[in-house]
């Protein structure tokens, strides 16, 4: 079966930064597209930044770009976003998830598998 777990959420203030875990078990993390999508309080899930299975397969949203970089590491079947210059609208649950058809897309459906989310909040 397989399982995400996410890590390194927390609390933060303005203009620090974070780097999000996401280790993939059960799998075969090196085929699956990736990506982290986030809920803040009483809003819908939006989409955050993903990456497929080559080097420069990746995109964000535009709410975050120059500012998170999502990565992944094959080896230790981990994908992760930095997070820098954070911003309290930054707040949210942060989840990863996995698509087995190695789809990258900014869309929640197309994911296979997610994990449980890891809080991160950003304080003014």
């Known amino acids: 079966q397989v399982q995400l777990v996410e890590s390194g959420g927390g609390l933060v203030q303005a203009g620090d930064s974070l780097r999000l875990s996401c280790t993939v078990s059960?799998?075969?993390?090196?085929?699956?597209?990736m990506g982290w999508f986030r809920q803040a309080p009483g809003k819908e899930r939006a989409f955050v930044a993903a990456?497929?299975?080559?080097?420069?397969?990746?995109h964000y949203a535009d709410s975050v770009k120059g500012r998170f970089t999502i990565s992944r590491d094959n080896a230790k079947n981990t994908v992760y976003l930095q997070m820098d210059n954070l911003k309290p609208e930054d707040t949210a649950v942060y989840s990863c998830?996995?698509?087995?058809?190695?789809?990258?897309?900014?869309?929640?459906?197309?994911?296979?598998?997610w994990g449980q989310g890891t809080q991160v909040t950003v304080s003014s």
């Open positions: 059960g799998g075969a993390f090196s085929r699956y597209g």
């Open positions: 990456i497929g299975l080559y080097a420069n397969s990746f």
């Open positions: 998830a996995a698509s087995i058809q190695g789809a990258y897309t900014n869309i929640g459906g197309t994911y296979d598998y």
